[in-house]
């Protein structure tokens, strides 16, 4: 016998789910942009797998990056 696993998904862009839409440790997916989510243990939902890319041409001097891949050209400095 075959078990089938469904996420909770969205086909729409810049989607995040809301906290009270997830158990903790729950995953949905954003299939329109690529974004895996979960929501952890403080009640927070949390992107733990992105298809974003970001491309930086300058300095990044200060402030949070959340991203999977960064692609820099000059300075990278927190």
Do not use: C, H, W
């Amino acid at each position: 016998m075959t078990n089938t696993v469904l996420l909770k998904r969205s086909g729409t862009a810049n989607a995040t789910p809301i906290a009270g839409a997830l158990q903790y440790g729950e995953l949905a997916l954003n299939y329109a942009d690529g974004n895996l989510f979960y929501k952890n243990s403080s009640n927070v939902v949390t992107v733990i797998a992105s298809n974003q890319f970001v491309s930086v041409t300058g300095n990044i001097t200060s402030g949070n990056v959340n991203t999977g891949n960064i692609s820099a050209t000059g300075n990278v400095s927190a």
